[in-house]
């Protein structure tokens, strides 16, 4: 699977973002999706994750209830909306495919990686 992650920007504290994550090659919908970060000086984070079927959706604490993980298997596309984004929320965002259980995401673990997308917030 080749993933391709874009929607990445400058945005103030308070503002949206919508990022998104094409997949390629092998069949998008067998896979669980994931969306993680990683901010300068710190190590990759978990942050959504959704079941092949689109039926499950876990998120980390820190922003649950402001993101929202979505999926079109018609475009073969992850979504991840960020709303009341925050400074602490400035990363780069990669998305993840993965088979097998959900909640494998958190571990920051997946099959295949697509390149990183820039997200800055400023406050």
């Known amino acids: 699977v080749q993933l391709q992650a874009s929607g990445g920007g400058l945005v103030q504290a308070g503002g949206s973002l919508r990022l998104s994550c094409a997949a390629s090659?092998?069949?998008?919908?067998?896979?669980?999706m994931g969306w993680f970060r990683q901010a300068p000086g710190k190590e990759r984070e978990f942050v959504a994750a959704?079941?092949?079927?689109?039926?499950?959706?876990i998120y980390s604490d820190s922003v649950k209830g402001r993101f929202t993980i979505s999926r079109d298997s018609a475009k073969n596309t992850v979504y991840l909306q960020m709303n009341s984004l925050k400074p602490d929320d400035t990363a780069v965002y990669y998305c993840?495919?993965?088979?097998?259980?959900?909640?494998?995401?958190?571990?920051?673990?997946?099959?295949?990686w697509g390149q990183g997308t820039q997200v800055t917030v400023s406050s």
């Open positions: 993840g495919a993965a088979s097998g259980y959900l909640g494998t995401f958190r571990r920051v673990v997946a099959d295949y």
């Open positions: 959704i079941s092949w079927s689109g039926g499950s959706t």
């Open positions: 090659g092998r069949t998008f919908s067998n896979y669980n």
